[in-house]
């Protein structure tokens, strides 16, 4: 997932013929992909532990660990990316072992301190739709581990909150709904996907699937939208990104790019094809 041109370093991956084949089949294959060795996989543990650090002492109030999205954390987890034979990788347990020790790691810094009140989030992506893919059986195997962590909350990041689970635990049922069966009174949830107006994110929170209701491509297309919320200006909320007015979106030029092509939220004129992992 990383890119050369920004690190000036060959990408690293659990397994990297896996990720030589994924990165072929995207047409991106520019760079030797290496298989990080153990050095290097506590090497990204203690960098982890580091930026918790930094951001304790810069005045954060905390930091969420990113465990979702195909990154790394999420590969070593997932079996279709994750082909290693020692300690990191083979068993469900071992391909686990990366994230809990990030998320031990980042947990120390705030004992270190002695700040209990600094947050320590985990964000994940609960099903992959590959054959050995990471199924609902294994989201719900880490989120029982997950509960028993000393963090403050989990994080289920995917594109529609509404999304019902392909297979494994819970197969056609929600599946936040699988998962917040498991950690209601144990620990909050936050649920977000395609909840852009008023109305759905008053369905997500009756759907009693979440504690909190977090959003994107919503707070992307109206920068004042927490705003007309509070206001009452629902009706004025917009769904789609205007390409006329890119002034209007404070954007990098890059983001900008990417926003433009339709993937990241609806563009006026442009038929939206909804990303469903």
Known sequence: MAKKEYSGVDPGAPSAEIAKEILKAKGELKTEVKELTNEQIKKIIDSFAYATELSLKAGYDGVEIHGANNFIIQQFYSAYTNRRTDEWGGTEEKRMKFALEII???CKIREKYKKPEFIIGYRLSPEEPYETGLTMTETINL???LVT???QYIHISQWNFFKKARRGEGAGIERLKIIHDVTKEKMPVIGVGRLRTENDLNKAMDSGFAEFIAVGTAS???????ILLKENKGDKIEVEIDPENPEKYKMATPFWKMCL??????????VYKEYDP
């Open 143 to 145: 989120i029982k581990v």
């Open 149 to 151: 962590k000393p963090i």
């Open 261 to 270: 092509e339709g993937f990241m939220a609806p563009v006026k004129g442009k």
């Open 104 to 106: 031990d790691a980042c």
């Open 220 to 226: 992307m297309i109206n920068k004042d939208f927490g």
